[in-house]
Nanobody, 122 residues
């Protein structure tokens, strides 16, 4: 599956953004989807993931209560709603797909989007 992420931007602390990721192909619902982020000079970190039908989600502690992942299998889309953004959320955000169940390690994902920059100013 090919992925393309969009929706990043430059915002102020406390603002919201919604990232989108569109997938090509007819088997989107066969993939669990994840969002990762990578800040300059740091490793790519897990943010959140959602199961194939959307019934299960998992979040890293630092975004719980602020970020929400969702998907629309009819549209081949996965979303990341980010509220109450903080400067430490600044990073390039990547969507990723895995044929396994929800995973938190980047190596467990087979397909990646190109990334979208999110910058949060204080």
């Amino acid at each position: 599956v090919q992925l393309q992420a969009s929706g990043g931007g430059f915002v102020q602390a406390g603002d919201s953004l919604r990232l989108s990721c569109i997938a090509s192909g007819r088997t989107f619902s066969s993939y669990s989807m994840g969002w990762f982020r990578q800040a300059p000079g740091k490793e790519r970190d897990f943010v959140t993931a959602i199961s194939r039908k959307g019934g299960s989600t998992f979040y890293v502690d630092s975004v719980k209560g602020r970020f929400t992942i969702s998907r629309d299998n009819a549209k081949n889309m996965v979303y990341l709603q980010m509220n109450s953004l903080k400067p430490e959320d600044t990073a390039v955000y990547y969507c990723a797909a895995t044929t396994t169940y929800i995973r938190v390690l980047p190596d467990d994902y087979e397909s990646w989007g190109q990334g979208t920059q999110v910058t949060v100013s204080s």
